[in-house]
DNA sequence: CTAATTCTGATTGACGTACCTCAGAGAGCC
DNA sequence: GGCTCTCTGAGGTACGTCAATCAGAATTAG
């Protein structure tokens, strides 16, 4: 009395293993009547086909890209290497994981790409870009030639891609308010806010979030306007020295987006660790260290295995037809202080 | 030119089928000298066993079971419902999962309990219990008769089980810590700590790392000596409720065990919610809207659905003889505001 | 050098499903 | 009645592996 086969449920409905096939496989030359009377049977058994051996005879295997940013962000990197690490362990599962890498803001390098897998007939697409129309409209010519598409890290939530891999980015950024505000300890001053673009759609979230608990619960604290670091280590020091030299009362830095290592380096010249409360995202080799050396006070990630496997789930849930279980699919927005490093 | 099978062995090697089988499964009857041409094919090839269809083929089905405490406490709950849940999703892979319950500090029904489970041949165990001599060498007896165990979310380190599922405690408790310490903002006072019971592991460790904290970041907070709850929601609220009685000075309560429900029951009554700074473990339906509610600040938990899906991996690559992936069974110590709430 | 023993090859049938072909049943149309 | 048509059944092959058998080859012992 084990799971019940395609074989009981032939029996059960009184027809052949064919038809069971026909109605499963959902072929042509089954009457509705007949249908009917295998769905019954299925229902009735409780049957779930066994999607390895189906794999197995159809000698199925899954073909995920993944289109990301280029960049040597430590973000990306930590990325790259989960999607890698994930694609080694899922090759015993059939599919197979691939990255591509587009320079960002290059929309004929988008298009090329995006043509070329779908050329390629790759079974489904993560993908983290910025919204534009181009990406939209690319999304949605992927989904008509049958490819599955879930949004990674940033979503697009126009587009209509099948689901979005990623955090809620309002809620991360509330999150680095209330721990900027608590850890700065009653005192009043003013936040440095520190973005790589003011045009990346996850940045804005975290600033409206972070913006929004500091109105409601800390109006004693003052955040002022996003300072841009464009991904570049120098850049973004230079900004946050110059708030610095003008702003006497600062007691805190939000740093919503990579940019991450720029403000650890000023923190650590100018000797700052003990006077101001400094908040990071994405937990990297080098934030890790960062929070080990207090350079940093809390980081707010999210964690990239979890990303890439829920990615990876979703996508292949979605060439099975198969409906995703939300919660296990929720990527949690993870605090990590020196104190609970993994 | 997909992946290499058993078929590309065999010619590689210059052997049959039959040898690469019986290579491959360790049966006897061949050469070390023509088990090792086998064994270079296969390097050579970077072939990987395809688990699905191996297992499809020896009709193989694993069964594990979970030993659990018995009780009501929301965490237990959880767990169970996670053991639910991840054991109708395992259905498709073959794997089935049973949940034991066995009354507290009950060696006899937890020996019998044991005992049955070696009776039936299970595949591999995942218990939860305090730290007994019985214990410990029924956990030897089930690993002689191959029965594959790990600890779950309170280690036996002495055991010899095959693995710790859960969190490391000490940081738990350092990381409750450094958040009490953080949030009090500079006041000086007393800090509650309570606990269901001095005697477990977990809660020793927990108390423990909170301590360390105290002392080394925190000289301005005294934590009062741990209070015993034993999972009662009153007898928790009464404890607690005399310890405020007799100390003025107190800003905060950590509750580094089950009995939440009886501190944010005496916070509700007494209306401290902005006085004191209160921490507790576990996610639950309860802390999650205790959460919400402002009764609680901090929630410390480790997820119960990652428990029990590392806990299956972890048995599942122990009965096959395969090594796991460290650093994705590495549970993680999740830090839980309102703003972060799942 | 023969006999006993150990190793190896060839072959077959599962496991649960997909996919294909071929033949026949039944219905409807002229 | 003969003709399409659509629906259904029967049966086979394949996927990658396990497990078992049997026969024959190679090795070792006597």
Chains 1, 2 share one sequence.
Do not use: W
């Amino acid at each position: 009395m084990g799971k019940p086969t395609v074989h009981d449920i032939a029996e059960e409905a009184g027809v052949s293993l064919a038809t069971v096939d026909r109605v499963l496989n959902e072929r042509p030359g089954v009457r509705s009547m007949t249908a009917r009377r295998v769905h019954n049977a299925i229902d009735k058994l409780g049957y779930v086909r066994d999607v390895h051996a189906a794999n197995l005879a159809r000698g199925r295997h899954y073909r995920f890209s993944f289109v990301l940013p280029e960049g040597e962000s430590q973000f990306l990197r930590a990325l790259r290497e989960a999607i890698e690490e994930a694609g080694a362990g899922l090759r015993l599962d059939r599919a197979e994981l691939q990255t591509i890498e587009v320079p960002l803001n290059d929309s004929v390098a988008m298009i090329r790409a995006l043509e070329t897998l779908q050329a390629q007939q790759i079974d489904g697409l993560a993908i983290m870009a910025n919204e534009t129309p181009v990406v939209r409209d690319m999304i949605a010519h992927m989904k008509e030639s049958g490819i599955a598409v879930v949004t990674l890290v940033s979503d697009q939530p126009n587009a209509e891609r099948d689901h979005f891999v990623g955090i809620d980015n309002i809620a991360a950024g509330r999150t680095a308010g209330v721990l900027m505000g608590r850890f700065v300890g009653g005192r009043s001053g003013k936040i440095i806010v520190v973005v790589n673009t003011t045009h990346a759609r996850d940045m804005v979230q975290r600033r409206l979030g972070f913006d929004a608990v500091m109105r409601e619960q800390f109006p004693m604290l003052n955040a002022l306007p996003s300072l841009e670091g464009h991904d570049e280590l120098e850049r973004t020091a230079q900004v946050i020295e110059r708030a610095l030299g003008s702003h006497e009362d600062v007691v805190g830095i939000y740093c919503a987006g990579a940019g991450t290592r720029g403000v650890t380096k000023i923190i650590a010249e100018h000797d700052l660790a003990d006077k101001l409360i400094v908040i990071g995202h994405e937990l990297t080799a080098h934030s890790e260290q960062a929070l080990r050396d207090g350079l940093l006070d809390v980081v707010i990630t999210q964690n990239v295995g979890h990303l890439v496997r829920s990615a990876t789930r979703v996508l292949r849930a979605k060439c099975d037809g198969r409906e995703i279980i939300e919660s296990q699919e929720r990527i949690r927005i993870e605090i990590v202080l020196r104190e609970n490093l993994p």
